[in-house]
């Protein structure tokens, strides 16, 4: 959502811009970062509610509003047939992989677990199918093997999105998992979020400058039981690739994410 929020805010959608963000859930991140750009927002609350009750309370709104496009950043929930007629052919949806392989929950772990060699992204139109609307767009990124943990490289993630992934994902138990965040403390744009995240998982976090590099001796100095921990490096692009070689010669199977939310 927040990707969609600059884009929308720089120009790089033309002639469009963001009516609306709306939620099920109150307590969603995603309404805080809607109205930091000072966008409009509606919760529209499903708990105990019908479906279809649900569904004509958003398309009500909708249409009051004049929407033309909706896009579904995050919104985990099937929707009825009325409001797909309502809105046939002009709702977005992005799905963690390259449809129509591994659709529904957990994408990039069932990707995994058929030890596919690649795994992404799909942008699609949504239909009656569960993920299984026309194709837009689609990006491939690699998925590598290393020891004990199998792992996606998700490169130039926007958001904390990939982030929270990471670390929901992770079998450790609290207090096994190590977070090392490549940036500077004060810099990073969601750095805050990203300390609650680490919290919320039990996680310690350590931040590293990028001109400090990331070898196996520092990485050692960081977390000295390194091979026992599930350890996470997040960062932008380039010094997640890095960090490969350090987290090698450390001899930990690394989970690797690249996220914007790094700068």
């Known amino acids: 959502m927040v990707a969609l929020a600059e884009a929308a805010r720089d120009g790089r959608i033309p002639n469009a811009e963001i009516a609306v963000v709306i939620s099920d859930q109150a307590n969603a991140g995603g309404l805080v970062k809607a109205e930091e750009?000072?966008?409009?927002?509606?919760?529209?609350?499903?708990?105990?509610?019908?479906?279809?009750?649900?569904?004509?309370?958003?398309?009500?709104?909708?249409?009051?509003?004049?929407?033309?496009?909706?896009?579904?950043?995050?919104?985990?929930r099937v929707?009825?047939?009325?409001?797909?007629?309502?809105?046939?052919?002009?709702i977005l949806n992005i799905h963690p992989s390259l449809l129509p392989s591994f659709p529904g929950l957990d994408a990039q772990q069932q990707a995994l677990d058929h030890a596919a060699t690649s795994s992404g992204c799909t942008v699609h139109f949504v239909d009656e199918t569960l993920d299984g609307g026309p194709i837009i767009a689609q990006r491939a990124?690699?998925?590598?093997?290393?020891?004990?943990?199998?792992?996606?490289?998700?490169?130039?993630?926007?958001?904390?999105?990939?982030?929270?992934?990471?670390?929901?994902?992770?079998?450790?138990?609290?207090?096994?998992?190590?977070?090392?965040?490549?940036?500077?403390?004060?810099?990073?744009?969601?750095?805050?979020?990203?300390?609650?995240?680490a919290r919320r998982r039990g996680a310690e976090v350590h931040w590293v400058a990028p001109e400090d590099g990331l070898t196996g001796e520092r990485l050692r100095a960081l977390v000295p039981d390194i091979a026992a921990r599930d350890v996470c490096v997040a960062g932008p692009t380039p010094m997640v690739e890095a960090a490969r070689a350090g987290l090698r010669a450390a001899g930990v199977p690394p989970r690797l994410v690249s996220s914007e939310a790094f700068g």
Do not use: K
Request: charged residues 25%.
């Open 141 to 197: 990124v690699p998925t590598v093997t290393m020891g004990r943990a199998r792992v996606a490289l998700l490169a130039g993630g926007p958001g904390i999105a990939p982030v929270r992934a990471l670390l929901e994902d992770l079998p450790g138990a609290a207090g096994d998992v190590a977070l090392i965040c490549v940036g500077a403390r004060d810099r990073a744009p969601l750095g805050d979020e990203i300390e609650a995240l």
């Open 37 to 76: 750009f000072g966008l409009e927002t509606l919760i529209v609350e499903r708990r105990g509610r019908p479906r279809v009750e649900h569904d004509r309370e958003v398309i009500a709104a909708l249409q009051s509003r004049h929407i033309d496009l909706i896009c579904l950043a995050g919104y985990m």
């Open 79 to 90: 929707l009825s047939r009325e409001f797909i007629d309502a809105y046939r052919g002009r």
